[in-house]
């Protein structure tokens, strides 16, 4: 009887674990055709320091401060971010009224060393995407993971809202 038992216990093991590697299988297969439909707004191999260094121009002579949305192509919450901010005419517009705002590159093949030895990567510690706030002068004044921004399996519109009008520049 306890032979029966096991050999049961061990079946039903079995087939939790499989169906379990089948939904796995699946849940890849939906995201990366969801990836696939979403645009990729980052440039992988793009100089982060040196196009920061180009929108501090651009913030000084416009008075503003700059958002940096960090992640990369391969992250489906960065590109749903990305997604979500550009399909809400409220949010594109205050992005386009109050700041400059960068897509900035991370992921293996282009790690923007150079940008992230003076700044820090608080992605690595947060997770992404995260969005690094600098000032017209380029001090980094806030960094705001996007979990808190998140509402059921999307993201919330009033508290991205909140946050753009928390960090635009007031002078």
Not at 11 to 33: C, D, G, N, P, R
Not at 107 to 112: D, G, H
Not at 154 to 161: L, T, V
Request: net charge positive; glycine share 6%; hydrophobic share 35%.
């Amino acid at each position: 009887m306890k032979k029966i038992y096991l050999f049961c216990l061990l079946l039903v093991t079995a087939l939790s674990f499989s169906q379990t590697a089948e939904e796995k299988e699946e849940k890849k297969k939906k995201i990366e055709a969801e990836k696939a439909s979403l645009s990729k707004p980052y440039h992988e191999m793009e100089d982060a320091d040196a196009k920061v260094k180009e929108l501090l121009v651009q913030a000084k002579a416009e008075n503003k401060n700059i958002i940096l949305q960090v992640g990369g192509n391969w992250c489906i919450w960065c590109l749903r971010l990305n997604d979500f901010i550009q399909k809400s005419d409220e949010l594109k517009s205050a992005i386009d009224k109050d700041y400059i705002f960068y897509h900035l590159n991370w992921s293996p093949k282009n790690k923007n060393e150079k940008f992230f030895a003076q700044y820090g990567n608080p992605g690595e510690k947060q997770g992404y995407p995260i969005f690094m706030v600098l000032n017209k002068k380029g001090k980094l004044i806030h960094v705001q993971e996007t979990g808190s921004l998140e509402e059921g399996k999307g993201y919330s519109a009033e508290k991205i809202k909140a946050f753009f009008d928390t960090w635009k520049s007031k002078s």
